[in-house]
């Protein structure tokens, strides 16, 4: 028989612990969360007011999947530990709470590439791909994270939208750069027009990759020591030298760096002709805030899946 465990100070129903989940964050303008039955969407001001527009982020809270704690969660991803009529579910739940109700939604087979993908209506057939981009009203453009960076672009004078995942080797292929380049290339897009939206996404602060990547990166551009924490190659002074046997310059190389994929994506956007003032990057930390939002780093395998979507309405929401 499963007992309560003793170190809970919660009171709860037997056989249903109480999840244990980290305070909510604060969430600071232009980005804002909205309650709706029970879900709550993340929205970003400057998107929020094209009436032609629709966008939003999930997060965890609500839904009709089940965790082992008994936390019911908006896991939007059809993952091994969940049963597919939940996640169709919270799929739908998501749409209402976002106002997209009965909009196709077309997510590609992501596999961490640089593909970018012009959909001028949904495929018939799974595509795969990292990110797609449409200016065709009435289709839903998503993506599936759970710790890699969501991108959503929206360009309101040529009305096209992308969704873009952008995890590190999606990063280094250049992923963001090149949709906005597809944008140019298919509508005309001018990128000092185009809005980007980075939301919920794993932080500087939770993000260890071994440094290998540092290498990778820096081959690749020419700011990318600004994306990694405590880079050290061992060449220069440390203080602390003399507490381990080793002579000057043989310091052994860091195993791990952190890195900070929003900072890269967000250059990468810089680059491509974005305006700073009109990328935003929300800052918060998925493996932070577990509470609120799904990490695999955090939970691995039994981790759910967030959605971020972006598309241009059948019908134009009316001022009223
Ligand atoms: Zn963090």
């Known amino acids: 028989m499963p007992t309560a465990a003793k170190s809970s100070r919660l009171r709860r129903l037997p056989g249903k612990p109480a999840p244990r989940l980290p305070p909510r964050p604060a969430i ?3 980005w804002s969360l909205r309650a709706v039955q029970g879900t709550q ?13 629709v966008h939003g982020f999930s997060t965890r809270a609500g839904g009709a999947s089940i965790l082992n704690s008994g936390e019911q969660v908006l896991n939007l991803g ?8 939940n996640v169709l579910k919270n799929r739908k739940a998501f749409q209402a709470a ?7 939604l077309v997510l590609l087979q992501q596999f961490h590439s640089a593909i970018a993908l012009f959909l001028a209506a949904p495929p018939m057939e799974p595509r795969k791909g990292d990110a797609s981009f449409t200016n065709s009203r009435g289709m839903l453009l998503g993506v599936q994270t759970a710790d890699c960076v969501p991108i959503l672009l929206v360009d309101p004078k040529k009305r096209a ?15 963001a750069e090149k949709t906005v380049g597809e944008m140019r290339k298919h509508f005309g897009s001018n990128p000092a027009h185009i809005l980007a939206a980075l939301g919920p996404a794993i932080g500087r602060c939770c993000y260890e990759v071994g440094t290998e990547l540092v290498s990778e990166f820096t081959s690749q551009f020419a700011d990318a020591a600004e994306y990694f924490d405590e880079l050290r190659t061992g060449e220069e002074p440390n203080p602390l030298q003399w507490l ?4 000057p310059g043989h310091q052994p190389l860091p195993k791990n760096v952190r890195l900070d994929l929003r900072k890269a994506n967000r250059s990468q956007l810089l680059a491509a002709g974005l305006r700073d003032a009109n990328i935003f990057v929300s800052n918060l930390c998925t493996a932070c805030h577990t509470g609120l939002f799904f ?15 972006v598309g241009l309405r059948q019908a134009e929401l009316s001022s009223s």
């Open 28 to 30: 600071a303008a232009p």
């Open 41 to 53: 969407i993340l929205e970003l001001a400057p998107l929020k007011k094209f009436p032609w527009l």
């Open 78 to 85: 059809f993952t091994d530990w969940d049963q597919r009529e």
């Open 98 to 104: 976002i106002g997209a109700t009965g909009s196709p």
């Open 161 to 175: 939208v992308a969704a873009i995942h952008a995890g590190w080797r999606g990063t280094l292929a250049r992923i």
């Open 244 to 247: 381990n046997m080793m002579p």
């Open 295 to 309: 990490s695999y780093r955090q939970a691995g395998a039994k981790s759910g899946r967030l959605f971020s979507v």
